[in-house]
């Protein structure tokens, strides 16, 4: 999975760890490819597969955020607690853009891979 980040905290804080297992762990070119090749697939296909993230609001999403996404926790760890909290206010202002009269829509995209054994 592949979302267009918004956060702020970004280029302020420590990236995730490469290899690290999360939503991100194969969206690099050619990683999601390897593993299927790596795990004995054949004929493997990546496709990209654009799937908006659809939820009722900018702030519901940073509670998702908050809750599933253990590389922002990891980028802000360095943080101080007050930085860290400004940082998450900053992200929901950030992500307002995408709201919509039905709600909050966000850029993202899926990788879909396949193969044959």
């Not at 592949?2 to 420590?14: D, W």
């Not at 795990?39 to 702030?59: I, M, T």
């Not at 519901?60 to 990891?74: I, K």
């Amino acid at each position: 999975m592949s979302c267009t980040p918004a956060s702020p905290a970004a280029g302020s804080g420590r990236r995730p760890t490469p290899g690290q297992p999360g939503p991100f762990s194969l969206g690099a070119e050619g990683v999601l490819a390897n593993a299927l090749k790596q795990a004995g697939f054949r004929d493997v296909e990546v496709r990209r597969v654009d799937s908006p993230v659809r939820l009722p609001s900018a702030a519901e999403c940073v509670r998702f955020e908050r809750e599933s996404f253990g590389a922002l926790h990891q980028m802000m760890a360095a943080m101080s607690e007050r930085a860290r909290a400004e940082t998450w206010q900053e992200i929901e202002a950030a992500l307002g853009k995408f709201e919509t009269d039905q709600g909050f829509v966000g850029p993202c995209e899926m990788l879909v891979g396949a193969g044959t054994k």
